[in-house]
């Protein structure tokens, strides 16, 4: 099932902050971060492990709720570089070595001056 | 180096025609991965190699076909395809070959119309 990414789109300017947030009705083994800018490829942003461990760049900051299955991703003092679809994937639980990693649709940011 | 190259940037094809794409890292990662992505959709995950060997196959036809000929090139085989096949497919690369517990690098994609 694939990831619930919220909201769909938002619009903001420059300095202002948003919060982006994903959530799966399946237990989660990690939650992804990428961002994606008009006709190029995504870009990680951050990793969120099981556990508490964090993998990412230092302006970013995520969190992952383990009780509720939900990660948010808190973009601060946005800039107009922040612009580009952000999608969050995960991989989930299972018995097997491999969960079935999935990319929720997508949340479009603007950033305008 | 921290690039993945993928070739050819674009590709048109006739549904009887065969083509690959082919895909190459050279960070000495572990795993690979073939994505599958549609005009304004994120891209769905399709194969994964770990350790050059097939680890995930997410139902994919049997019309894409993929190869792992050494732990820096990934293929993908092409035959027969539909007009609905038209996407970007997009290689990515992670160190680690055991679980998606790291960052993926993606390739800049191959644009694929069937026609």
């Known amino acids: 099932q694939q990831p619930v990414q919220s909201p769909q789109a938002v619009i903001l300017r420059e300095g202002e902050d948003a919060v982006i947030n994903c959530s799966s009705s399946?237990?989660?083994?990690?939650v992804h971060w990428y961002r994606q800018k008009h006709g190029e490829a995504p870009v990680f942003l951050m990793i969120?492990?099981?556990?508490?461990e964090q993998k990412g760049h230092e302006k970013i900051s995520a969190s992952f709720n383990e009780k509720k299955q939900q990660s948010s991703l808190y973009l601060t003092a946005s800039q107009l570089s922040y612009s580009g679809t952000y999608f969050c994937?995960?991989?989930?639980?299972?018995?097997?070595?491999?969960?079935?990693?999935?990319f929720g649709a997508g949340t479009q940011v603007v950033v305008t001056p | 180096d921290t690039e993945v190259t993928q070739t050819p940037k674009h590709l048109v094809m006739g549904m009887t025609n065969k083509k690959s794409l082919k895909c190459e890292q050279h960070?000495?990662?572990?795993?690979m991965y073939w994505y599958k992505q549609k005009a304004k959709k994120p891209p769905e995950l399709m194969f994964v190699?770990?350790?050059?060997?097939?680890?995930i196959n997410e139902s994919v036809p049997s019309r894409f076909s993929p190869e792992c000929p050494n732990s820096s090139l990934l293929n993908l085989h092409l035959h027969a395809l539909q007009p609905e096949d038209s996407a970007l497919y997009l290689c990515?690369?992670?160190?680690?070959?055991?679980?998606?517990?790291?960052?993926?690098?993606f390739g800049p994609g191959t644009r694929l119309t069937v026609t």
């Open positions: 990515a690369s992670s160190q680690d070959g055991q679980a998606l517990a790291t960052e993926q690098y």
């Open positions: 399946k237990a989660l083994y990690s």
């Open positions: 969120l492990l099981k556990g508490g």
């Open positions: 994937g995960t991989d989930r639980e299972t018995t097997d070595s491999w969960g079935k990693f999935q």
């Open positions: 960070m000495g990662h572990r795993a």
């Open positions: 190699y770990s350790y050059e060997k097939l680890s």
